[in-house]
T-cell receptor, first 111, second 117 residues
Framework: TQLLEQSPQFLSIQEGENLTVYCNSS?????LQWYRQEPGEGPVLLVT?????EVKKLKRLTFQFGDARKDSSLHITAAQPGDTGLYLC???????????FGTGTRLTVIP | DAGVIQSPRHEVTEMGQEVTLRCKPI?????LFWYRQTMMRGLELLIY????????DSGMPEDRFSAKMPNASFSTLKIQPSEPRDSAVYFC???????????????FGPGTRLTVL
């Protein structure tokens, strides 16, 4: 059983559209990270959110940590083909050195 | 900064053979993680080390899998004997874990794509 469930699992959209990816859990995390993985490469860290309700922006990407620190969302505005990849959320828990990775959302942006 | 280095990038072997995957973490990082990724199961944590000591190996699937970290700059993951179901991409990641805790940001290597025939 995965600690972090992501939805949707697959997403295929046209260039210019907006989208939101969700990362949900029943557990509380001390911080939550989002990674993007492109084919043939390892996941690359995009952002870390720490405070409940925190919102961080990275160009066209907006990340939000839930008030209760159990969930997070990633919103992409005006998606571009370069956004294509596997998006993974990962939660850190107090007292544990490892991360709990989500099930992943595979995004394809069609030109 | 060279990042996390893994070798080989690709490995094709026959069932029953021994396979050794190698990882060099980012200099100064004190934690190292081995993951396996497949389409069916996603990204799975196999084992992680803190200050070269194995902390949690509960993700290691079977006794055929073993991992070592003889020093802060090198780790190996060995599969002996290998089986076709071991075919996957294996990632190594490193992190700097501080006493303050909380963030645990990990930096991944490019992975080793293993195919066992």
């Amino acid at each position: 059983t995965q600690l972090l469930e992501q939805s949707p699992q697959f997403l295929s959209i046209q260039e210019g559209e907006n989208l939101t990816v969700y990362c949900n859990s029943s557990s509380v995390f001390s911080s939550l990270q989002w990674y993007r993985q492109e084919p043939g490469e390892g996941p690359v860290l995009l952002v870390t959110v720490v405070t409940g309700g925190e919102v961080k922006k990275l160009k066209r990407l907006t990340f939000q940590f839930g008030d209760a620190r159990k969930d997070s969302s990633l919103h992409i505005t005006a998606a571009q083909p370069g956004d294509t990849g596997l998006y993974l959320c990962a939660g850190a828990r107090t007292g544990a050195n490892n991360l709990f990775f989500g099930t992943g959302t595979r995004l394809t942006v069609i030109p | 900064d060279a990042g996390v280095i893994q070798s080989p990038r690709h490995e094709v072997t026959e069932m029953g053979q021994e396979v050794t995957l190698r990882c060099k973490p980012i200099s100064g990082h004190n934690s190292l993680f081995w993951y396996r990724q497949t389409m069916m199961r996603g990204l799975e944590l196999l084992i992680y080390f803190n200050n070269n000591v194995p902390i949690d190996d509960s993700g290691m699937p079977e006794d055929r899998f073993s991992a070592k970290m003889p020093n802060a700059s090198f780790s190996t993951l060995k599969i002996q004997p290998s089986e076709p179901r071991d075919s996957a991409v294996y990632f190594c990641a490193s992190s700097l874990i501080t006493l303050a805790g909380g963030r645990n940001e990990q930096f991944f290597g490019p992975g080793t794509r293993l195919t066992v025939l």
